[in-house]
């Protein structure tokens, strides 16, 4: 057995009656253990190698409780002190190098790995986790695989209890997992596990933020983050606007905002920004929009299709409010974040 791992988790875990488990929750994931806890850890759980999930026994929490002790760290001998007294199944996660996940357990972890922000969004290997994940009923009493809802419902009334089912998906709202320190999110619904929200970001109540993508710091959404789009510090997405992503199926590119961007209310991307642009509400920019490069004394100079702006800086997009056609001009605005609003986050 390797002393260096990617990423280590000791998890909470739900298993459903055929006894498959079908959802962790990890109080403190670790990105690239100390090999101390890595040896500890491997030895008390019987890990031989590679990415692994292993459900504990009882006597192997008391062993591994032992081992951290004689590691030295205090911390995580405290949090597997402290699982022991759960009554639920504790799982262990190895991850030794970063693959396509096989396992529930292995996508949650990274999940977690993303919102503590150990990771940034598009750092980890998530190809396939959709299919790896379990499509659940996440509940007032936790999360329930579909096939036992009606059940539980049913035991819930008899017994006098109202099961309320707040969402069905194989993703669970951020907020039952983990609040990253310094943001702002006005519905708790509007960000995904596995969603990276930056320090000083706030998220309004239309607002969203989607897995694997999410914030790199100050910024207001007041629109939609989807899978895998980053923004960048000091950017602003009004309202109802849109961020194309590749999860159903479109473009192979990678959609980005850069620092200092303004997506105005009701317009959407699919192509990258640089920094310091901005889209005019209500404008939406694809790949194969075609639009009218104008100078600085507001002329034409040549038809481009977006794509070839695709991730530069300082562009103004607009619509002629009397042709109607797309233009891309130089900006020269300063966007500017209200900085009392979301350094008191």
Same mark, same amino acid.
């Given at each position: 057995m390797?002393?260096?791992?990617?990423s280590?988790?000791?998890?909470i875990?739900t @298993?459903?009656?055929?006894?498959? @488990?079908?959802?962790?929750?990890?109080?403190?994931?670790?990105?690239?253990? /100390?090999?101390?806890?890595?040896r500890?850890?491997?030895?008390a759980?019987g890990?031989?190698?590679?990415?692994r999930?292993?459900?504990?026994?009882p006597?192997?929490?008391?062993?591994l409780?032992k081992a951290i002790? %004689?590691?030295g760290?205090?911390?995580?001998?405290?949090?597997?002190?402290?699982?022991?007294?759960a009554?639920?199944?504790?799982?262990?996660?190895? @991850?030794?190098?970063?693959?396509?996940?096989?396992?529930?357990a292995?996508?949650y972890?990274?999940?977690?790995?993303?919102s503590h922000?150990?990771?940034?969004?598009h750092? @980890?290997?998530?190809?396939?986790?959709?299919? *790896?994940?379990?499509?659940?009923?996440?509940?007032?009493?936790?999360?329930?695989?579909?096939?036992e809802?009606?059940?539980?419902?049913?035991?819930?009334?008899?017994?006098?209890?109202?099961?309320?089912? %707040?969402?069905? /998906?194989?993703?669970?709202?951020?907020?039952d997992?983990?609040?990253?320190?310094?943001i702002?999110?006005?519905?708790?619904?509007?960000?995904g596990?596995?969603?990276?929200?930056?320090e000083?970001?706030?998220?309004?109540?239309e607002g969203?933020i989607?897995f694997?993508?999410?914030?790199?710091?100050?910024?207001?959404?007041?629109?939609?983050?989807?899978?895998?789009? *980053?923004?960048?510090?000091?950017? %602003?997405?009004?309202g109802?606007?849109?961020?194309?992503?590749?999860?159903?199926?479109?473009?192979k590119?990678?959609?980005s905002?850069?620092?200092?961007?303004?997506?105005?209310?009701?317009?959407?991307?699919?192509?990258?920004?640089?920094?310091r642009c901005?889209?005019?509400?209500g404008?939406?920019i694809?790949a194969?929009?075609?639009?009218?490069?104008? %100078?600085?004394?507001?002329?034409? *100079?040549?038809?481009?299709?977006?794509?070839?702006?695709s991730?530069?800086?300082d562009?103004?997009?607009?619509r002629?409010?009397?042709?109607?056609?797309?233009?891309c001009?130089?900006?020269?605005t300063?966007?500017?974040l209200?900085e009392?609003l979301h350094?008191?986050?």
């Amino acid at each position: 057995m390797t002393d260096t791992l990617h990423s280590f988790g000791l998890g909470i875990a739900t @298993l459903n009656r055929e006894g498959a @488990l079908i959802e962790t929750w990890y109080p403190a994931p670790m990105l690239h253990p /100390d090999p101390g806890v890595t040896r500890a850890a491997g030895k008390a759980c019987g890990y031989s190698g590679g990415n692994r999930a292993i459900v504990l026994e009882p006597v192997q929490l008391e062993a591994l409780e032992k081992a951290i002790s %004689d590691s030295g760290d205090e911390h995580s001998r405290q949090l597997v002190h402290a699982l022991q007294s759960a009554a639920r199944p504790i799982v262990a996660t190895f @991850l030794a190098t970063d693959e396509a996940p096989a396992s529930v357990a292995e996508v949650y972890l990274k999940l977690h790995l993303l919102s503590h922000r150990l990771c940034q969004p598009h750092t @980890l290997n998530l190809r396939g986790a959709f299919g *790896v994940l379990h499509n659940i009923a996440w509940t007032s009493e936790g999360p329930i695989d579909l096939p036992e809802l009606p059940q539980r419902q049913l035991q819930a009334r008899l017994a006098g209890r109202a099961l309320s089912v %707040d969402a069905v /998906d194989k993703f669970p709202k951020m907020s039952d997992y983990v609040i990253p320190p310094g943001i702002r999110i006005a519905d708790t619904a509007r960000g995904g596990r596995g969603a990276h929200g930056g320090e000083g970001t706030t998220v309004m109540h239309e607002g969203f933020i989607n897995f694997n993508a999410g914030t790199l710091g100050p910024a207001m959404i007041e629109g939609r983050i989807s899978a895998g789009v *980053v923004i960048g510090e000091g950017s %602003d997405l009004g309202g109802g606007c849109s961020t194309m992503g590749t999860l159903s199926g479109g473009g192979k590119e990678v959609i980005s905002v850069g620092r200092d961007c303004l997506i105005g209310a009701n317009a959407g991307i699919g192509i990258a920004l640089g920094d310091r642009c901005v889209v005019e509400a209500g404008l939406y920019i694809t790949a194969g929009t075609k639009l009218q490069l104008m %100078d600085r004394d507001n002329q034409p *100079v040549r038809t481009v299709k977006a794509r070839e702006l695709s991730g530069h800086s300082d562009l103004l997009f607009r619509r002629n409010s009397t042709t109607g056609g797309v233009e891309c001009r130089a900006n020269s605005t300063q966007i500017e974040l209200n900085e009392e609003l979301h350094r008191h986050n």
